[in-house]
């Protein structure tokens, strides 16, 4: 209480006193503080019963004032006591030692304001930058502590400095001998006396400081002199202490980055904003240009450990049993964002909590390494994979449990969507389907076994299961990765083999043989129409709509050409099997727009990857060699072969993946998806030619199904919600196939357009 009243009576009487100049007075504050020490012999009353709080605020608020008062960059008599006395050294000591109570938080405070209210820079000066690293070290030793969010705002604004001048990060970079010897057997009180009496006795001497009561003038000389002097030490001081880029590059094997460490301990508060404010610093660190520090900071602190060890905890939590759907649906998450309390909430599901605090906490890995210097990035990344994908990931996914696997692929298909960070998107594509980049071979398709064993799941016995993982690949494809594209697809078209290859003049001579295409599927020779009489045959007009052939039918230069395969894919499913035309609004000309939006979706991001105009010359080619369509596209072909057979569902995903595989602008894609007129080598299929044999079946079965165009017309309005759903339709998945079937013609024909326009429009 008489504590208090003085420092009323205190603030009283400096009101109304006579200004003093602005040295003098931030003089006369430090020694109160100072006095304080030599004097008072009771170190347990805590520093709220003392005025050193009052002292350092106007300490703070003249050293503002000086700043205000003088020149841009310019230092004033106030901070250069500040800094040749080493008063930062001497509260560093004071905090450490806590003395008295709680002036470890009032330091903390001190150095933040300090820090974040000078504009001038203050870290290339040696007074500050060393012991600002010493007050480092004791940030987030103790978990809980009552100065935790003092410690997180000091080091918050420490980082902020750094990113404005980002080479000031080698002052933080320390060696672990230097860092290590830290103790002293000195007891706190003798030690702490003996830092506050050396720049006191030496005061007068050293700085010449002159008493108020001396010659105004000569104290106005030797204060100018002495500015002047310390000005100059102070450049020196700059000019020594900031190592150059050479010293900064080379490798310093033993280093500590402990504003890092400090940081990292700070992110396992109880305390959600702390840990937030330190994921935010962290955020700032990894994002400095600075070889040497990102070096240190994947190499020398535990940063890699805490993200990855924090996936495996939140994955692991989740349960082990999840509704895909629940998976796919749930809102955006943004790490620091993540308050959700579960209470009253209509939309919970078993597991939502854990689910939530999972995604949070990828989103943050994965903002991170987008923000991290490069290398920094490539380190991180490739640490996620390693010790969360590989360790923690596959093993659910190769597990042979349906639910296990249809959980841990709904999550890896979220994950997909969620990455954004261009190192971290590499290191999951490469998690998933390996790196290599050779051709494939039927005996070589198991060289990486998850990539495998995830195309396999495409052919699933469990429908569910199927749709999930093609819906995976789905996403997987639409991100801007080069990898994916080529290795699931293009490394077994680049050389062109699906092509019989001949001579340009027999070519010529072969384009119209007694007035059918030329290498067209002969439907007479086909095992599929055998058992059909000519007179019960039904007609093949359907296939010879397409316009015949003609010598120069690969180039793509004239409206006739894109018309020809247009029409192609609009006449591949003959008229009794069309219902589209009986319902208004579903036309080709419904897919042009989307087919539009997509294609111009996936150039944004093929541009950059330098692909070919024009398909590889046969003459490069490699013809003799065997053709493998790849692992992937056999599976999507096999299933598209059965889509009279299958549920909708499956036909709606496996048709979704093929279109987004003939959206890419590759001139080999487009001739093997697209290109209805390629001469395909013996043994080989295309996306065409599967369709064609569809086709072909379908035509048999009609043949056997009574009243099959009413029936197929009731099944479309009832997938679209026209008809209700009561009655008992025979063959209702083969009518639905047909309906897919039809939709997908006309949806490739709607990308073969809009690739062409896009291909002819500058």
Same mark, same amino acid.
């Given at each position: ?5 003085? =420092? ?21 504050? %430090? ?7 030599? #004097? ?31 020149? =841009? ?25 806590? !003395? ?47 100065? #935790?969010? #003092? ?71 030797? @204060? ?54 330190? !994921? ?14 990102? *070096? ?12 990855? @060890? ?10 082990? =049993? ?31 909590? /854990? ?5 949070? %906490? ?7 390494? *987008? ?128 092509? @019989?290859?001949?001579?340009? +003049? ?35 007009? %359907?296939?010879? /709509? ?17 018309? *020809? ?33 997509? &294609? ?5 991001? !093929?541009?950059?990857?330098? %692909?070919?105009? /024009? ?18 596209? *056999? ?28 959206? &890419? ?15 395909? /080598? ?5 996306? &065409? ?55 997908? +013609? ?9 690739? &062409? ?6």
């Amino acid at each position: 209480m008489f504590s208090k009243f003085t =420092s009323i009576l205190q603030h009283a009487v400096e009101a109304l006193a006579p200004s003093l100049p602005l040295q003098e007075d931030f003089v006369y504050h %430090w020694k109160a503080i100072t006095h304080y020490y030599i #004097e008072t012999s009771d170190d347990k009353a805590p520093v709220t019963d003392t005025n050193i709080p009052s002292h350092l605020e106007q300490m703070l608020d003249i050293l503002i004032q000086e700043e205000n008062e003088r020149e =841009s960059g310019e230092t004033g008599p106030c901070m250069e006591y500040l800094l040749h006395h080493k008063i930062l050294e001497t509260l560093y000591t004071l905090g450490k030692a806590d !003395c008295p109570p709680g002036m470890k938080q009032q330091v903390l405070s001190f150095y933040t304001k300090l820090l974040g209210r000078i504009r001038q820079p203050l870290l290339p000066h040696i007074n500050v930058h060393r012991p600002v690293q010493k007050l480092i070290r004791l940030c987030g030793e103790v978990l809980t502590a009552p100065t #935790e969010n #003092e410690e997180i705002q000091f080091l918050c604004i420490v980082c902020a400095k750094l990113k404005q001048d980002p080479y000031l990060v080698n002052f933080f970079l320390e060696n672990k001998s230097k860092t290590g010897a830290s103790g002293s057997s000195i007891p706190v009180r003798e030690s702490v006396l003996g830092k506050l009496k050396e720049p006191s006795a030496s005061c007068a001497s050293d700085t010449g400081q002159t008493e108020v009561t001396g010659d105004p003038g000569a104290a106005t000389n030797k @204060e100018t002199e002495l500015t002047q002097q310390a000005a100059e030490e102070s450049v020196s001081v700059n000019t020594l202490n900031i190592p150059s880029q050479s010293e900064t590059a080379a490798n310093r094997p033993n280093q500590d980055y402990n504003l890092v460490n400090s940081l990292l301990n700070l992110t396992k508060s109880p305390d959600g904003r702390i840990v937030v404010k330190a !994921c935010e610093g962290l955020m700032l660190l990894v994002s400095l240009p600075e070889p040497a520090a990102a *070096k240190c900071l994947t190499e020398n602190t535990a940063l890699c450990e805490l993200l990855t @060890e924090r996936l495996t905890v939140f994955y692991k939590a989740l349960p082990q =049993s999840m509704d895909p759907l629940d998976i796919e649906t749930i809102e955006s998450v943004n790490w620091g964002l993540d308050a959700y309390s579960g209470k009253e909430d209509r939309t919970a599901f078993p597991g939502k909590r /854990a689910l939530i605090s999972f995604l949070s %906490w990828l989103d943050y890995c994965d903002q991170l390494i *987008k923000e991290a210097q490069k290398t920094a990035a490539v380190t991180l990344a490739r640490y996620v994979r390693e010790r969360f994908f590989v360790s923690v990931m596959e093993p659910q996914l190769m597990q042979t449990s349906e639910i296990g696997i249809l959980t841990s692929t709904a999550l890896l298909n979220r994950l997909i969507r969620q990455v954004t960070s261009v190192a971290l998107l590499q290191e999951t594509v490469y998690f998933i389907l390996g790196e290599q980049r050779e051709p494939e071979t039927l005996a070589g398709i198991n060289s990486y076994p998850l990539r495998h064993r995830l195309i396999e799941h495409c052919d699933h016995l469990s429908d569910e299961i199927s749709i999930m993982t093609l819906r995976m690949f789905e996403h997987l494809l639409q991100k801007p990765s080069e990898h994916i594209i080529y290795n699931l697809v293009l490394r077994n078209l680049e050389e062109r083999n699906y092509n @019989e290859y001949k001579p340009p +003049c027999q070519e010529d001579k072969d384009v119209v043989e007694n007035g059918q295409i030329a290498g067209a599927i002969d439907l007479e020779e086909d095992p599929l129409f055998t058992d059909l009489s000519p007179s019960n045959r039904l007609s093949a007009d %359907w296939l010879s /709509a397409s316009p015949p052939q003609t010598p120069d039918h690969t180039k793509s230069d004239g409206k006739t050409e894109v018309h *020809k395969i247009v029409n192609s894919f609009l006449c591949l499913v003959p008229d009794e099997a069309k219902s589209s035309y009986h319902v208004e609004g579903t036309g080709y000309d419904t897919y042009l727009r989307d087919a539009h939006r997509q &294609f111009c979706e996936f150039c944004a991001f !093929c541009t950059r990857w330098e %692909w070919p105009g /024009a398909p590889k010359t046969f003459e490069n080619c490699h013809l003799e060699a065997a053709f493998f369509e790849g692992h992937f596209l *056999k599976v999507l072909f096999d299933r598209m072969g059965r889509i009279l057979d299958q549920p909708y569902d499956v036909n709606l995903q496996v048709t979704s993946v093929l279109s987004k595989l003939s959206m &890419f602008p590759h001139p080999h894609m487009h001739e093997y998806l697209l290109d209805p007129y390629i001469n395909l /080598a013996p043994g080989c299929r295309s996306l &065409f030619s599967v369709i064609v044999r569809v086709v072909g079946d379908l035509m048999l079965r009609i043949q056997r199904i009574p009243d099959f165009t009413p029936k197929l017309l009731q099944v479309r309005k009832r997938l679209l919600g026209l008809d209700p759903e009561d009655a008992v339709i025979d063959h209702s998945t083969l009518l639905e196939g047909v309906i897919v079937l039809e939709e997908f +013609c006309k949806e490739l024909a709607a990308i073969a357009f809009v690739k &062409f326009h896009a291909s002819t429009t500058p």
